[in-house]
């Protein structure tokens, strides 16, 4: 009871005790809300339709597409620019796809099953053709070769052979792939479809448009080119500005933020001392590859840009400059050491053996494996035999979980994959499907086991080199660069604003440079590799307009860069205080003020000599149809307006008025018109304009995506 009695008369203190606990624990838990909630939104990708893709799901989709590429193009490896090409055909068709689904949902489109199998019969679809699955006899798509894969895929699971089982695994994953991106097409085209259906062509049209192509007018033009007109005698003030704005005023909407920034780039080079230093290493090269009877080792040492794999390989296989030597070098020479400024480097080439060789092998193999090498061997010969006595190669290939089926292999997927794996092996396994002849069995042993190889067909022969390249790059020293560095790093400590970058520029004989509009699409600041952080700090919210960045190293580890955030330009319509807005609306004020006093020139003027007594240039103009702008030499410009112009005056007469074009004003004499020989056929024309309603339907996409609320943060991540 006492107890009890402490408790009740400390109730308000324990109360207050409790209450600041609870508090405590609930601002523990909403802390750590709100930091998975930022953690969550640094993930973030970008966002379509109020929908977020986080990094991972992302990176999924690249790393779906880059095996689709590499499968496409027979490669492993792919570079820097081709990698961020992929990125931006995901981001592309993800953002594409989710706004035609939304779109499609609301109208109930979809693509089912049966439609998708009728895809698959016809067999026309492009993307069908670059598949595995297509028949070599016809040229065309063929579902059951696709039927059969699907089959033997689920097979091949259940056997759990690992080498094959990775081959069906990129090819299943390939043709998901596939099948994925046909239905997201097949549904964009019936939404696109459904659009175009919205413009329609009649007999009516079709004439007006035949006429609009094939009506060819001569005439005799009386050019008045506003650059006759001094700048400085044309009066603009505010009040014309602000007007011709208001007019233009939708062409200066921009649908996401832009950025412009100065900078400055210094690409460190070689100097004259790394030039000679290298000029020396090569020189002792030259020496050792021309005295070798096997290159292999002097190429290894010297760090070669080119692999010497020891076998024959087309000249694509060799860096451009090389292959293009090749038919000029004698088997057996050696060239002195030689300079490529185009990718900056010295090389050497020894031409060991030069013969002509099939461009493509259909071959068959079965692999046979041991315990030892020797049992591998031994039951190698035995199979050997087997096969040359009549046994059939496919049934004997199945008893060692194989297909034996023929293979079709180009020189290039040979060397490629040599490339990858220059073993002793590999280029013995490449040499035998090189030289093999045809039906020709081969046992081959190597060192894992025996390969039983027949050749059987062999095409497009072709000269294939052996040759030894070192190549290597001129770089700057360590001291050339640490130079350059200090120097830089001195410029940027001494600048610390946007002036004092611009004032001390050019006396550390740097130069300011401009680049405008930059959005977080960009992949790279002024084409320079490595600037990802550089982009984080462009677009960084805290970052504000005059200020700037630390120095960055990027590049190829040879560029030395500082930025100034110059402008941010917010997502809406650009203002007549933007520079390049002012600017560009001050250049059509000025055409219109030099329009107005021309055409108060020509007020009564009715005859090309009158025209030519005004100062009109009198040239003659001929084959101008409504439905192509004229170019017009006198001026240097492309007129819509003065082709609509001659199009609706009747042959003979003078114009009516002057035209306003682009880059002059406009009197003309209609001489003759006359319509090409081409025959009006009503249902060409027709269809001639549908395509042109599925064009203009095409531009649904843009208007989707300025409703679409997208953001784009990749430059974050990638």
């Known amino acids: 009871m006492a107890a009890l009695g402490k408790i009740r008369q400390r109730g308000v203190i324990l109360i207050c005790i409790i209450g ?31 929908q977020k893709i986080s990094v991972q799901d992302f990176q999924k989709l690249v790393d779906e597409y880059t095996d689709v590429i590499k499968m496409q193009q027979g490669t492993d490896n792919l570079t820097e620019d081709q990698q961020n090409q992929i990125k931006d055909m995901v981001w592309n068709t993800y953002v594409q796809s989710k706004l035609v689904e939304k779109e499609a949902k609301k109208l109930g ?14 067999g026309t679809n492009p993307m069908l053709l670059q598949t595995p699955f297509v028949n070599q006899q016809t040229g065309r798509f063929d579902v059951t070769a696709l039927q059969k894969f699907l089959s033997d895929y689920k097979a091949q699971k259940a056997q ?15 043709w998901t792939f596939i099948e994925k991106t046909l239905r997201q097409q097949t549904l964009a085209q019936k939404y696109q479809g459904l659009l175009a259906h919205c413009f329609l062509s009649n007999p009516v049209e079709a004439k007006m448009a035949f006429k609009e192509e094939n009506e060819e007018s001569n005439v005799q033009l009386a050019s008045f080119p506003y650059s006759d007109i001094p700048d400085s005698k044309v009066k603009i003030d505010d009040s014309d500005l602000k007007a011709k704005y208001d007019e233009l005023k939708a062409r200066f909407y921009q649908p996401v933020e832009s950025r412009d920034i100065k900078f400055v780039d210094f690409q460190v080079n070689p100097s004259a001392a790394d030039r000679n230093g290298l000029m020396r290493e090569m020189t002792g090269y030259q020496k050792q590859l021309a005295a070798a009877a096997d290159p292999t080792d002097v190429v290894r040492k010297s760090q070669s840009l080119v692999q010497y794999i020891g076998v024959p390989a087309p000249k694509e296989f060799y860096p451009q400059d090389i292959a293009a030597e090749l038919d000029s070098i004698a088997v057996g020479s050696t060239t002195g050491v030689r300079e490529n400024k185009t990718d900056n480097t010295f090389d050497i080439v020894k031409l060991v053996a030069k013969e002509s060789l099939p461009d493509s092998v259909q071959y068959r193999a079965i692999q046979i494996g041991g315990a030892t090498p020797q049992e591998a061997r ?9 096969i040359q006595g009549g046994a059939n190669f496919a049934v004997i290939a199945k008893r060692y979980q194989q297909t034996g089926d023929a293979q079709w292999v180009t020189a290039q997927q040979l060397i490629g994959s040599l490339a990858q794996n220059a073993s002793a092996d590999s280029k013995k396994m490449v040499s035998a499907i090189q030289h093999g002849e045809v039906n020709q069995l081969q046992n081959i042993a190597l060192t894992q086991g025996n390969v039983i190889l027949q050749v059987q067909d062999r095409k497009g022969f072709k000269d294939a080199y052996t040759a030894a390249v070192i190549k290597k790059t001129i770089e700057f020293s360590k001291d050339t660069y640490r130079a350059a560095y200090n120097k830089f790093a001195s410029f940027v400590s001494a600048s610390p604003t946007a002036a004092a970058i611009v004032k001390n520029a050019p006396r550390s004989g740097y130069r300011v440079q401009d680049l405008k509009d930059m959005t977080t699409s ?8 490595e600037t990802r952080d550089a982009l984080k700090w462009i677009f960084n919210g805290d970052t504000k307009e005059g200020a700037v960045s630390p120095m ?8 030395l860069l500082v930025i100034v955030l110059d402008k941010i330009h917010p997502a809406g319509y ?6 390049q807005v002012k600017e560009l609306v001050k250049a059509e004020v000025m055409k219109d003020k030099k329009a107005e006093m021309i055409e108060a020139k020509l007020k009564g003027v009715n005859s090309l000599a009158a025209a030519k007594a005004k100062g009109g240039k009198i040239s003659a103009v001929n084959q101008i149809t409504f439905a192509a702008p004229v170019f017009v030499a006198q001026t240097g410009a492309s007129e819509p307006a003065l082709s609509g112009a001659v199009y609706a005056t009747a042959a003979g007469k003078f114009s009516a008025h002057p035209v306003q074009g682009q880059a002059g004003v406009y009197l003309f004499q209609v001489v003759s018109k006359k319509m090409r020989p081409v025959k009006f056929d009503e249902k060409a024309e027709e269809q001639k304009l549908r395509q042109k309603e599925m064009q203009y339907a095409g531009n649904f996409m843009q208007e989707l995506y300025l409703n679409a609320n997208v953001v784009d943060n990749r430059y974050l991540f990638f």
């Open 20 to 50: 600041f606990g609870l508090f405590a624990f609930i601002a523990e838990e909403l802390f750590r809300s709100c930091e998975a909630t930022q953690n969550d939104a640094r993930q973030q990708v970008g966002e379509v339709l109020g």
């Open 574 to 579: 650009r203002g007549l205080d933007d520079p």
């Open 109 to 122: 489109l979809t693509v089912t099953d049966e439609e998708l199998q009728n895809i698959l019969k016809e």
């Open 552 to 559: 960055y190293e990027c590049g190829d580890n040879n560029h």
């Open 522 to 529: 960009t992949h790279y600041v002024a084409n320079i590799h």
């Open 378 to 386: 031994a039951t190698a010969d035995s199979v050997m035999k087997a």
């Open 160 to 174: 759990a052979n690992p080498q094959m089982q990775e081959q069906y695994d990129k090819i299943y994953k390939y």
